[in-house]
């Protein structure tokens, strides 16, 4: 194994440069923010520059200068806009406090391999900023939709009193109109008896469609496959358009059967992939042991193959009930009055009533989310240990 990389103290006209490029980069998002992005920039590499000179330079106290940083920047930001920028200002001070020292000290070599040039340790971390940014792109919206919920205000944009963080402006009203208004109570009664009806059969035909595609005797597999998860590749707007005529002519549209179906079939495709890939690390000599011991197909079914995919189709499962849960545009074009789901409600919401309720719900169906899909990694890291793939 290759010795780590010793740390070694980085000369200034290493750090500054790089304190200057951070400092610029901050200041550009806290001058855009206040119009005036050029300055922030210009003053933000300054800063950074002229504090990587003072701590590196003329009084090298790790320490102390840490405390120094955070303090400084949080007075900064409190007096610029009050205790949220106060609290902006103690995380920068705190950041600009580790990346300072991690650089000028050279810790950022210490986990790295000797061999390594310094284009690839850019590289090494650059890659991972560039996730994080992506990260961040990504989970930004749902970040801020979550504090709006609790706007004691009917607005859509944060107070005033929200960004002192005055406990005056915040308020659970939002959430209570939809624990007790008939319109939001119904939707979501109809979202719970849709999407659990809509999941069972996704689960039924899915983990049985891939079971059947996982035998190698089957004639045409790649072409039923592409055919079974076309629902995924489709256009969904397309999708729909085509269960409404579909629908109409044999007379289930706008009725509770009608958006279940189309829910399931929205839901099998997710339910054949996951089952598929479990099926991928499959030990077919289980199944033969286990008719050569006198066992039907049935039970060889549910007393061998569904315990060890299980994993992979509840899993599959949590996905296809997600995706009935948060569907909207099928039905929108399947619905009727008499049965909205949740997200139709939304929608209605936001098109002819602009409630702040949407945010409540918003927020309550992202927490769902999460829950279901921090079971689906757990249970796909039982499947991996299950399948022997992963240390336990």
Not at 32 to 50: E, Q
Not at 127 to 140: D, E, S, Y
Not at 148 to 160: K, R
Not at 267 to 285: C, E, H, K, Q
Request: hydrophobic fraction near 55%; aromatic fraction near 12%; charged fraction near 10%.
């Amino acid at each position: 194994m290759a010795a780590l990389t010793p740390i070694e103290p980085k000369p200034f006209s290493f750090v500054g440069p790089v304190m200057a490029g951070v400092g610029g980069f901050m200041g550009l998002l806290v001058g855009i923010a206040n119009d005036a992005g050029l300055i922030g920039l210009i003053v933000g590499a300054a800063l950074l520059a002229g504090v990587a000179f003072v701590f590196t330079q003329m009084w090298r106290q790790e320490k102390p200068a840490k405390w120094i940083l955070i303090a400084g920047f949080g007075l900064g930001g409190f007096l610029m806009g009050g205790v949220s920028a106060a609290i902006m200002g103690l995380l920068f001070g705190w950041f600009v406090g580790w990346f300072l020292f991690w650089i000028a000290e050279g810790r950022y070599r210490a986990k790295l391999v000797p061999y390594l040039t310094a284009g690839q340790v850019l590289w090494h971390y650059a890659f991972r900023v560039i996730c994080g940014a992506i990260f961040i792109f990504l989970i930004t919206p749902i970040i801020v939709v979550m504090p709006l919920s609790f706007n004691a205000e009917d607005f859509f944009t944060f107070t005033p009193e929200m960004l002192r963080l005055d406990p005056e402006g915040y308020s659970l009203k939002h959430y209570r109109d939809f624990l007790t208004n008939s319109e939001w109570t119904g939707a979501v009664w109809n979202s719970v008896k849709i999407a659990p009806v809509a999941t069972l059969i996704s689960v039924s035909l899915g983990t049985l469609a891939a079971i059947g595609l996982s035998q190698s005797h089957v004639p045409g597999k790649r072409t039923i496959m592409a055919i079974l998860i076309s629902p995924m590749i489709v256009p969904l707007i397309i999708s729909a358009t085509g269960m409404y005529f579909f629908y109409s002519s044999i007379g289930i549209q706008g009725t509770y059967w009608g958006i279940v179906l189309a829910h399931a079939v929205l839901g099998i495709p997710f339910v054949i992939i996951t089952v598929t890939a479990t099926l991928v690390s499959f030990d077919n000599s289980l199944t033969r042991a286990a008719a050569n011991m006198g066992a039907d197909p049935v039970t060889t079914f549910f007393r061998v193959q569904m315990p060890l995919i299980l994993p992979g189709v509840i899993s599959g499962g949590l996905f296809a009930f997600i995706t009935s849960f948060d569907e909207v545009v099928v039905v929108i074009f399947l619905g009727s009055a008499e049965w909205q789901t949740l997200p139709w409600q939304m929608f209605t919401g936001l098109r002819e009533q602009i409630s702040p309720t949407i945010l409540a719900a918003a927020t309550i169906l992202v927490a769902i989310s999460i829950g279901l899909l921090s079971t689906v990694e757990i249970l796909r890291r039982r499947s991996e240990r299950l399948r022997g793939m992963s240390p336990s």
